[in-house]
């Protein structure tokens, strides 16, 4: 048995003269949750396609639980399920319906496909809602049940492709406590996700792709800390000001300010976290007024700023 649930060597995909994945390596440990991100247009998606059998790389290999995804696509596909942005169960029948369908297609006897049908029912908090249309199930219902029918057979691997794009933070927090509860199982995960909090939650190791390559790999602590020992954020009493106190900063610290989109707040990386004292000293005698100043651990976001150039935002890649 492969130590590995993943592992892919120049993994490669082209539409046409664009390359979407570009020589992607990755080591996907079996066991726990593993995170790829990367700024729009990176590759993730048809990353993800790929190993999932729906795609044929057009360079490279894929192993998947220690099956080619090419020669042995089928048996891939036995041992995975995906789970994407949009719901794919049919709206028109019920929560039940949907589940109990999907085990017979899976081979289970009626009274099978019923049993698991409540018991997935109710282990995503669905039971008051079993006997009504998907397709009047809040965003957060639709993502559990699509999620329920993921795992109607419990897979060894489980790809989930942005589960909780547009999600309140209720819902997201469910959704979180299933991808836990998987995890717990005995099922590997491997999650994409625009949301850099998502992945500092759930994620034991991340891959950080940009124009299909991966550009940086680790804990989210390692990541963190490749990009320099801490993060100054100060926010100034006077907006008008924040051009000045950019300058003074940049100055006092021999670095690049991150402006934001708040007129007020300045975010910098700090090389060396003793010169901080004496350069909020500066910011004082030249008159301009702080509300809050902290220095701690860059954030996933600044991480990925420093690594790509770019915030994380919603996923636009090239269609298959």
Known sequence: MTSYAIETHGL??????????DGVDLQVPVGGVYGVLGPNGAGKT?????LATLLKPTGGTA??????VVAEAATVRAKVAMTGQFASLDEDLTGTENLVMLGRLYGFSWAQARERSAELLEAFDLTEAAGRQ???YSGG???RIDIAGSIVVRPELMFLDEPTTGLDPRSRNQVWDIVRALVSAGTTVLLTTQYLDEADQLADRI??????????E?????LKASVGSGALHVRVADPALRDEAIRLLESALSGEADRGSDPASIT????DPAGVPAALARLRDHGIATTEFSLGQPSLDEVFLALTGEHVHDDQEVPA
């Open 207 to 216: 891959a950080v792709i940009d124009r299909g390559k991966v550009i940086a």
């Open 46 to 50: 048809t990353t993800i396609r790929m």
């Open 12 to 21: 490669a995909r082209a539409f046409g003269s664009t390359r979407a994945v």
């Open 268 to 271: 910098m990386r700090v090389a």
């Open 63 to 68: 192993v998947v639980l220690g099956h080619d």
């Open 134 to 136: 998907v397709k009047k």
């Open 141 to 143: 219902m639709r993502r």
């Open 218 to 222: 680790g804990t989210s602590g390692e």
